[in-house]
């Protein structure tokens, strides 16, 4: 079929395929260019090297030469550099998974598209099947020390916040409880993994994942009691930041683990606001009960 006998919506649909698999050409070519591992980079030329034919399939019939959107393909070059090989691909996969039902609409139109969706699947199991990441198998390491981070440490703010209503002392207070927690909780992973590792992990980086975790939160939770006099301000502040990291941190992990990222989002987010709750009755209490004003 030719570019004079589709319809213009058709036609769309062609353009914004091909540009999809220009994209994911450059992408994969930059991603390959940039890891370590010669074998994963050699699979990722060549699942390029089809991805660009595919481009070039559409390009026969739409008769546009597309280049590169710059941004689009820098943005997945930096999520793989600094925030993950897996899951930046895994985010690009999903927007191919949504092309791929787009060729579904043109299958009677281009009968051969069904051998583009059979290759897209074929990417994705060789992809999968190359990737191993260190910072996902410490995954588990950066899950306990963010975890315990926000539901401790968030407790804690909302019980001293009323206790103490200085947000001076609000913040010294957390910092020095969140520090002295971080280095309990490295020293408590690095004996867990000593004992019971099954040496996929190192115990040392284990330890230094789950400590760096809790401490980068313990710093981004006391921050807003720095920045203002106003401890309901400041409390208030501390939970948005728990929200943004509870969402940032989930849909990074549940996108690389394939994980329902509603279930994993809420769950998290209840239990530590959940705390919260309680630690600011327990704050109230105690100022009230023990009259103790400072």
Request: aromatic fraction near 10%.
């Amino acid at each position: 079929m030719t570019k004079q006998n589709l319809s213009r919506d058709v036609l769309d649909k062609l353009i914004t395929f091909q540009k999809d698999e220009v994209n994911s050409a450059a992408i994969y070519n930059r991603i390959a260019k940039i890891i370590p591992d010669r074998a994963n980079a050699d699979v990722l030329i060549q699942i390029a090297a089809e991805e660009q034919k595919h481009a070039a399939r559409w390009e026969a019939v739409t008769g546009k030469r597309i280049a590169p959107s710059f941004l689009f393909v820098s943005f997945f070059v930096f999520l793989a550099r600094f925030i993950g090989l897996t899951f930046a691909i895994k985010l690009l996969e999903k927007s191919e998974s949504e092309a791929q039902g787009g060729y579904l609409t043109v299958l009677e139109e281009f009968p051969d598209v069904q051998q583009i969706i059979d290759e897209e699947h074929r990417h994705e199991q060789e992809l999968m099947a190359m990737i191993d990441e260190e910072r996902l198998r410490y995954a588990g390491s950066v899950v306990l020390g963010l975890n315990d981070a926000l539901v401790e440490l968030t407790g804690a703010l909302a019980g001293f916040t009323f206790a103490f209503q200085n947000t001076r002392l609000i913040a010294m207070t957390g910092l020095i409880t969140g520090i002295s927690a971080a280095f309990s909780m490295a020293s408590s992973e690095y004996l867990s993994q000593r004992s019971e590792g099954d040496g996929s992990v190192k115990p040392g980086k284990s330890a230094l994942y789950t400590g760096g975790a809790y401490l980068v939160t313990v710093v981004l939770l006391v921050l807003p009691f720095f920045l203002t006099a106003n401890f309901i301000a400041a409390l208030a502040i501390t939970l948005a930041i728990v929200v943004v990291i509870i969402l940032g941190f989930n849909f990074y992990l549940c996108t690389a683990r394939d994980l329902p990222f509603r279930r994993h989002f809420l769950e998290m987010l209840a239990v530590s606001l959940g705390v919260t709750l309680l630690s600011f009755g327990v704050g109230v209490l105690v100022k009230q009960f023990l009259g103790v004003e400072i």
